[in-house]
């Protein structure tokens, strides 16, 4: 099983760290190394865009959440639906949870409780939620310099 570590000048002994662990486990482990640079539009950034326009889509007809959800469930209040209301929603619809029931996140490492998605859910959770608002007519912005359109590009042999 391969074993993503992205690795920083901040975190460098953190990811040395994780490597001596893999090769004590392992006896012997193959390293290779890229560039992690992947441009101003990274999938997580182009993800939040695109929350904001569903979120304005959605409050436009008439989505709204609770300010408060009394114990026998009736509602206290509303506000209008948000791209944060967005992220919540469509993160769990289309990332999906780990074996424990944990809310996969758009962070490239686990880390503060949260567990990050493996690359290949991220883009799969893009390609559904692209179709999403194709079908719905929402508006969004798909930049050609994106780690989104290069994994397109590469998904289709392009690359």
């Known amino acids: 099983m391969a074993t993503q570590i992205v690795i920083s000048s901040a ?15 392992h006896g012997q482990v193959v390293v290779s190394v890229e560039s992690a640079f992947i441009g101003k539009w990274g999938m997580a950034r182009l993800w939040r865009s695109w929350m904001s326009s569903t979120a304005q889509y959605m409050a436009m007809r008439g989505a709204v959440m609770p300010l408060l959800v009394k114990p026998n ?16 929603c469509f993160t769990f619809h289309w990332l999906g949870a780990d074996a424990n029931g944990n809310r996969y996140s758009w962070a490239k490492q686990s880390h503060d409780g949260l567990v990050a998605a493996p690359k290949g859910h991220r883009f799969m959770a893009m390609m559904r939620h692209q179709e999403y608002m194709i079908e719905r007519g929402i ?5 050609r310099a994106s780690e989104f359109q290069k994994l397109m590009l590469k998904s289709e042999g392009q690359l």
């Open 11 to 25: 975190l460098l002994n953190d990811g040395l760290d994780k490597i001596k662990i893999l090769v004590a486990k």
């Open 139 to 143: 508006k969004y912005m798909n930049p």
């Open 73 to 88: 469930g009736d509602w206290y209040g509303e506000r209008q639906y948000n791209k944060n209301d967005a992220h919540e």
